[in-house]
């Protein structure tokens, strides 16, 4: 099915920003492993498997609407040097993709594209529950530091 231009650019556009997370997570979640962080790095492995879930989802509606996914585009990744300065970077990259995502709600309002909007809706819903993870994570180090933190929810629940 033809789709409208505007919304096939904005799918890309967003596919990419979902590209570029799944990468900057994966990484964070390796670099966290290595500095003997596994209950951390589980959290970043499991939001970049959230993150290739809606690139999926992105590139299956392009599909759709027989328009070409473009895999080959990445954002600047923003690492970050350390476990404070991940958390806070996924803070950032959450809070851009939630207004993206708004802005494409929009679009898709506006040419009554309820089956994207629908889509789009869903992933807006995961970003904010991601960005709540991180937000809560920033105010427990601010209360306890991030040394007792990390102690504390830096390795995987015992149980
Ligand atoms: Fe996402
Ligand atoms: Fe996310």
Known sequence: ?????????FLNEHLTA???????????????????LPGLAKQFRDLSFDEMRDAEELMDRILYYEGHPNLQRLDPI?????????IQLGLELELEAIAR????????VARSDHGTR???AGMLVEEEEHA????????????????????RYGFPEST
């Open 118 to 120: 629908e889509l789009l």
């Open 101 to 108: 995502l708004k802005r494409g709600v929009e679009l898709t």
């Open 1 to 9: 099915m033809q789709g409208d231009a505007e919304i096939g650019e």
């Open 78 to 86: 923003s690492i970050g040097e350390t476990p404070l300065e991940m």
């Open 132 to 151: 709540d993870r991180f937000e809560s994570q920033l105010e427990a180090i601010g209360h306890i530091g991030i040394e007792n933190y990390l102690a």
């Open 18 to 36: 979902e590209l570029t997370a799944i990468n900057q997570y994966f990484l964070n979640a390796k670099m966290l492993q290595n500095w003997g």
